[in-house]
């Protein structure tokens, strides 16, 4: 399907007016005070599994030892850049003569260029099955995160592009700018070599001016639909030829300028805007004209702050804004975005440190994305993967969770169009989107898998060990508080005391009345660990719990 007509069935206008029929269904009030409630171990919890994917019992030891104020401070560093992905293909299919075909197994191949489909293939899956480790070995920041999120409001697809550099640059650039400045970043992005495949910026010429990513920076990435009155047609065509003479460099993977190719008249840009560009035509005209349309665009300072403020809003708080969030968190921070000069981090940095943010109202309320799902679970109950130097089984396993959020319908790389995925954007269902008579099933066979039998490739196992995440828990031979400490990790919402019991007694203490049945057999395991008898009882009991928990509704949310 064509990305317009994908979009034009995809998309609804007027977002305020629809949203207004969810009027007085959340009754949230609360707005951008700094948060001064409790501090335990179901705050830190929310904010990490809203800033990171999951919360692992030692990221909530660590952030609890901090204020608020501190630990959100903390989240808000971006990582070190990472080193690149390697080549953890073979030369199959790759035809003669390819540069590709130079590479060793386990070098990099992101400095070389290659025009070949099937190198560029499994670069791609490398790639992906890279980024997807990098998810799980995170460090203690909101820096992957908020690549996914830009990667989502930047959308680009691999399969219609198909180069493994471009796709390395993309993930690149987000990971750099994750945290700065929004223009700037909207700039990179403008000159990035994926965006310039996908919405054919390459071929973006003074003879044929092609509009595709003229609207989107509009459209999706700065203005937003919504506003009245807004950009006009006239001004995708005038924008469009802003940007004619950008090409890429095939030989190298860079992006030049050819003033040849760029239109050097005069654009003007309808009364929304009113602005004349100059055109120029000398070596630097690209730049000069770029920088003069963003500056335009820009300059519609409370239509583009809004906008990306209630992008990130959705992502990090809650998918329906009603009027009190609308005036209480949106329209401030919105302010502060525009006078800050579009930086990004004190936006972050105000928002999760407010009252608003840990409201009760907006903890349990996401669905988790399959990303968010897949991660989270393999980093919260620590799944041990291969070593990055045993590489061919690395990006076997992350490949292969990395497919499994694919199969949910969370394809990293490849977003279903141009406006990412809709589960982020599309009214009415939101997040509901994620789950489904489709994805349902997939994702309790995914836990179910790791909790139970593990998944195994090439001798090599990626399992839930349940007893080894059990003894990380303050007080596991006690059932009450084992199942306490645990389900902090696991749920944001709360289990019922009734429910508990329940599942404790037909679980750990199968259908026995004395919580000295769980806590001798557990006792019996850690005094006599060489004993597999001893071992297997809490195992099995261990596995059945953790499998019905993420078996139960609960744990789809975040």
């Given at each position: ?41 179901a705050e830190v919890s929310h904010l990490l599994k809203r800033t990171m994917f999951g919360a692992k019992k030692a990221d909530i030891d660590y952030f609890r030892s901090m204020s608020v104020s501190q630990a959100v401070d903390a989240l808000l560093t971006v990582s070190p850049a990472p080193p690149p992905p390697i080549k953890n293909y073979d030369n199959t299919g790759i035809m003669g ?120 920076l509009q459209e999706l990435f700065t203005l937003g639909k919504e506003n009245n009155p807004n950009y006009t047609e006239e001004d995708v065509i005038a924008a469009a030829r802003v940007l004619t003479g950008w090409t890429i460099d095939k030989t190298t993977e860079t992006v030049k300028f050819d003033p040849a190719k760029h239109d050097a008249n005069s654009k003007t840009f309808s009364s929304f805007y009113g602005t004349t560009i100059t055109g120029r035509s000398d070596a630097t005209a690209g730049d000069t004209e770029l920088d003069d349309l963003l500056t335009m665009i820009f300059n519609k300072k409370v239509e583009v702050s809004e906008f990306i403020i209630r992008k990130l809003y959705r992502w990090f708080c809650y998918y329906i804004i009603d ?236």
């Amino acid at each position: 399907m064509d990305r317009r007509d994908f979009l034009l069935l995809k998309r609804k206008a007027n977002v305020p007016a629809a949203e207004s029929s969810y009027a007085g269904l959340r009754r949230i009030s609360s707005g951008l005070s700094p948060y001064a409630g409790a501090w335990t171990g179901a705050e830190v919890s929310h904010l990490l599994k809203r800033t990171m994917f999951g919360a692992k019992k030692a990221d909530i030891d660590y952030f609890r030892s901090m204020s608020v104020s501190q630990a959100v401070d903390a989240l808000l560093t971006v990582s070190p850049a990472p080193p690149p992905p390697i080549k953890n293909y073979d030369n199959t299919g790759i035809m003669g003569g390819d540069p590709d075909l130079s590479i060793a197994e386990g070098a990099t191949w992101v400095n070389t260029p290659s025009e070949d489909g099937e190198a560029n293939e499994k670069r791609i899956a490398s790639w992906k099955a890279w980024w997807l480790s990098l998810m799980l070995n995170q460090d203690r920041s909101i820096t992957e995160k908020l690549v996914l999120f830009w990667h989502h409001h930047f959308a680009t697809e691999t399969n219609m592009y198909m180069n493994g550099i471009a796709a390395y640059q993309h993930y690149v650039l987000l990971h750099r700018m994750a945290l700065g400045n929004f223009k700037q970043l909207v700039r990179g992005v403008t000159l990035d070599l994926a965006m310039l495949r996908y919405l054919n910026g390459f071929l973006n010429i003074k003879d044929a001016p092609d509009e595709n990513y003229a609207r989107e920076l509009q459209e999706l990435f700065t203005l937003g639909k919504e506003n009245n009155p807004n950009y006009t047609e006239e001004d995708v065509i005038a924008a469009a030829r802003v940007l004619t003479g950008w090409t890429i460099d095939k030989t190298t993977e860079t992006v030049k300028f050819d003033p040849a190719k760029h239109d050097a008249n005069s654009k003007t840009f309808s009364s929304f805007y009113g602005t004349t560009i100059t055109g120029r035509s000398d070596a630097t005209a690209g730049d000069t004209e770029l920088d003069d349309l963003l500056t335009m665009i820009f300059n519609k300072k409370v239509e583009v702050s809004e906008f990306i403020i209630r992008k990130l809003y959705r992502w990090f708080c809650y998918y329906i804004i009603d009027a009190d969030t609308e005036r209480n968190v949106i329209k401030p921070l919105a302010q502060l975005f525009r006078d800050g000069n579009w930086e990004i981090k004190p936006v972050l940095s105000t928002l999760f440190k407010s009252e608003h943010f840990f409201d009760p109202l907006n903890q349990g309320c996401l669905i988790k994305g399959p990303i968010d799902l897949t991660v989270g679970l393999c980093r919260e109950f620590n799944v041990q993967f291969p070593a990055a130097t045993d590489y061919v089984n690395a990006y076997n396993m992350w490949g292969f969770v990395q497919q499994q959020a694919a199969a949910m319908q969370q394809d990293i790389g490849d977003p279903p169009g141009v406006s990412g995925w809709p589960a982020y954007y599309q009214l009415p269902q939101f997040h509901e989107m994620w789950v489904n008579s489709y994805t349902l099933p997939k994702r309790n066979l995914f836990s179910d898998l790791l909790v139970t039998m593990g998944y195994m490739r090439d001798n090599v196992m990626l399992q839930i060990d349940p007893v080894a995440f059990t003894k990380t828990l303050p007080n596991p031979g006690d059932p009450n508080a084992l199942i306490n400490d645990a389900l902090i990790i696991m749920y944001r919402v709360p289990l019922s005391a009734a429910a508990r019991q329940t599942i404790k007694k037909q679980i750990l203490l199968t259908n026995q009345d004395d919580d000295t049945y769980w806590t001798s057999a557990w006792t019996r395991h850690i005094n006599n660990p060489g004993n597999d008898a001893d071992y297997q009882v809490v195992r099995m009991r261990l596995q059945s719990l953790y499998k019905y928990f993420m078996n139960l509704a609960e744990y789809q949310l975040s």
